[in-house]
């Protein structure tokens, strides 16, 4: 079975205020756009993940909120995590590693420019250059990259998916 891993950058925030921790920040009123145009695309695409795995903050919870708002049937599971946050590309690995094998389409919502390194760390042969150039340099707010492996979540590593594509909702 092929295994489809999205990596979605959270949509655009509010700037940062000296009271408010960065965790709690909120989406921006144009944010709130791109996090539905995000769900339209998904749902155009039939982009539906099996599992969501989430960052706690605010903002990408409110990105996945409004994401998911659109998609039809909805996400069978949601997973929130908090070390999400700040998480590296081995933060990221060991929670996509830790799947089940029922889901064959994995949705990350997360921050930069954790999002875009691990796409760039997880695309080997076959992938778009483009893409992988996209990658390499981060992505902007409502970015996704779509990434596919034949291999079971457990090996994924280093080069061993194809990245197919970094899109975001117009």
């Known amino acids: 079975m092929t295994r489809r891993l999205v990596l979605l950058r959270h949509a655009k925030a509010e700037p940062g205020r000296?009271?408010?921790?960065?965790?709690?920040?909120?989406?921006a009123t144009n944010g709130r756009k791109q996090a539905g145009g995000v769900g339209k695309a998904f749902a155009s695409a039939g982009l539906v993940p099996d599992l969501a795995l989430v960052s706690t903050a605010l903002r990408t919870r409110q990105t996945w909120e409004l994401l998911a708002a659109g998609l039809k049937p909805a996400v069978t599971e949601l997973q929130l995590h908090?070390?999400?946050y700040e998480a590296s590309v081995a933060d990221v690995l060991a929670l996509v590693r830790a799947v089940g094998d029922g889901a064959s389409?994995?949705?990350?919502?997360?921050h930069e420019p954790t999002m875009a390194a691990t796409?760039?760390?997880?695309?080997?042969p076959g992938s778009d250059e483009s893409a992988l150039a996209q990658v390499r340099v981060g992505v902007p707010t409502a970015s996704y990259s779509i990434l596919e492996s034949d291999d079971d979540w457990p090996a994924w590593g280093r080069s061993m998916a194809r990245l197919l594509t970094v899109a975001r909702p117009k």
């Not at 000296?18 to 989406?27: F, Q, S, T």
């Not at 389409?105 to 997360?110: A, N, P």
Request: without cysteine.
């Open 18 to 27: 000296d009271k408010l921790p960065d965790v709690l920040r909120p989406l």
């Open 82 to 84: 908090e070390e999400l």
């Open 105 to 110: 389409t994995v949705l990350v919502v997360g």
């Open 119 to 124: 796409a760039a760390h997880l695309a080997g």
